[in-house]
């Protein structure tokens, strides 16, 4: 059997080396002529824990060559991005563009199978172009979608463990398409059809996107309440069927922040919930940047002089290095442009910035006048509480003395 996949990033990467370290051949495609020559070295391109290895013996053994054309395979997956275009629409053209490089190599019994997060009626729209161009193809190829859910971080564990919702576009096409994730998948596979495949990535994400909105909106209330949330949340998750998750400085990364528009750009009548859900979080955003530039200028009023200001964490949540739809960085950029002031930026995770000047977090910590948390990072949770700056504690590093979502002193 030969698995082709189209787009060898965050997430086709991993998944082509994991099918190449069980032993079957991959062709893995795509346009970045370094990612191509990167992985050819038995090289990554991306951060992800224990990948390297797997790439570079699968590489060795034989299993795996990158390549920026397709070949004809057995199996052909499409793991690209969907980003938006205008406002909030989503844009499927990379899922066409990689659809239509494949359609002179499709011959009949091959596999065809989009993992990339995708609007409701994308395969079927996929197959229906397959088969306008290659008529004859109609009935001999299996189509399904298979959206991934694997979280960054924990991507190989997750690839292999993490149940399976597959949809085909007939029952033959589920069934074929569950016989190639069974090769490495040891979770359940769940098949459906490609409509409800496609909702259920989209419903997953805006889930979780609903319930950081409640608890980013107890956060704001909270803040007016003179009420700690972090305590709030710990007392009322002690309810048996209460389990709310945690306020931020704002809700970012591809998936999370994006995914939701593709439910409510189709259905914006229906999905009050999630279209709100999607402002509170962004507005969080707003929110901190005010916050801090308010500190700025009381503190100017009240000492004469400009604050030093640090900047803790630019990541889209804790642990990482991935900067993508990043909240923190949003807010560093708006609190930088508008107020002149000394500032320091704090990044542990990657060692330099295109744009920003890093700052160590212990030296930006000691120096700063007023100190915002943005992101959670491990590091922060060792420093000592400060009495004599003003902290603004987005992220809740110091949950037990905060006695509001933010809180202001000296
Ligand atoms: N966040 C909070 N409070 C929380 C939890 C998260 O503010 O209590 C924030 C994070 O700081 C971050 C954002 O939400 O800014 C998203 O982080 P995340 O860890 O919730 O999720 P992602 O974006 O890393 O990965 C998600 C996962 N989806 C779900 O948990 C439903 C993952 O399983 C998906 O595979 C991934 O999206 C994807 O690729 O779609």
Redesign the pocket.
């Known amino acids: 059997m030969l698995v082709q996949f189209i787009g060898l990033g965050y997430?086709g990467l991993p998944t082509a080396a994991v099918v190449a370290f069980k032993g079957v051949q991959v062709h893995g495609v795509d346009i970045n002529p370094r990612v191509v020559e990167c992985i050819n070295k038995g090289e990554i391109h991306i951060v992800e824990p224990g990948l390297g290895s797997i790439v570079k013996e699968s590489v060795n053994a034989g299993y795996f060559n990158a390549s920026l054309t397709p070949i004809e395979a057995d199996v052909h997956l499409v793991v690209v991005p969907t980003p938006f275009q205008g406002v909030h629409e989503p844009d499927v053209s990379y899922v066409e563009d990689a659809t239509r490089t494949l359609l002179p190599l499709l011959k009949p019994s091959d596999t065809f199978i989009i993992e990339s997060?995708s609007p409701v009626g994308t395969t079927e729209q996929m197959a229906a172009l397959i088969f306008r161009e290659r008529p004859e193809l109609e009935g001999e190829i299996f189509v399904a979608y298979c959206p991934?859910?694997?979280?960054?971080g924990n991507v190989l564990h997750?690839l292999v463990h993490n149940d399976r919702v597959i949809g085909g576009l007939d029952e033959d096409s589920t069934e074929r398409a569950m016989e190639f994730y069974r090769l490495f998948v040891q979770g359940e596979l769940y098949g459906t059809n490609a409509r409800t495949a496609e909702m259920c990535?989209l419903t997953?994400?805006s889930?979780?996107d609903v319930q950081?909105a409640f608890?980013?909106e107890l956060s704001l209330i909270c803040d007016r309440a003179d009420i700690n949330v972090w305590e709030l949340i710990t007392l009322a998750n002690r309810h048996p069927r209460v389990n709310i998750?945690?306020?931020?400085s704002?809700?970012?990364?591809?998936?999370?922040?994006v995914?939701p528009w593709f439910i409510v750009s189709d259905y914006p009548r229906e999905s009050r919930l999630i279209n709100t859900a999607r402002e509170i979080n962004n507005y969080k955003a707003f929110w901190c940047a005010e916050k801090i530039k308010n500190a700025i200028l009381e503190f100017r009023l009240k000492h004469g002089r400009q604050p030093v200001v640090s900047l803790m964490g630019l990541a889209?949540?804790?642990d990482i290095d991935d900067l993508r739809e990043?909240?923190a960085r949003y807010i560093a950029q708006k609190v930088m442009q508008r107020e002149q002031g000394d500032y320091l930026v704090v990044e542990p995770n990657i060692d330099s910035h295109g744009v920003y000047r890093l700052t160590d977090y212990r030296e930006a910590y000691q120096r700063a006048d007023i100190v915002a948390f943005l992101?959670a990072h491990r590091e922060f949770k060792s420093l000592e509480w400060r009495e004599d700056a003003v902290l603004l504690d987005f992220a809740g590093i110091f949950k037990r003395q905060a006695v509001q979502g933010f809180m202001s002193h000296a």
Not at 148 to 152: A, I
Not at 245 to 248: E, K
């Open positions: 997430i997060t991934e859910r694997v979280l960054p997750e990535k997953e994400n889930s979780r950081i608890a980013n998750l945690q306020p931020g704002g809700v970012g990364g591809h998936c999370i922040a995914d889209f949540k804790p990043s909240p992101v």
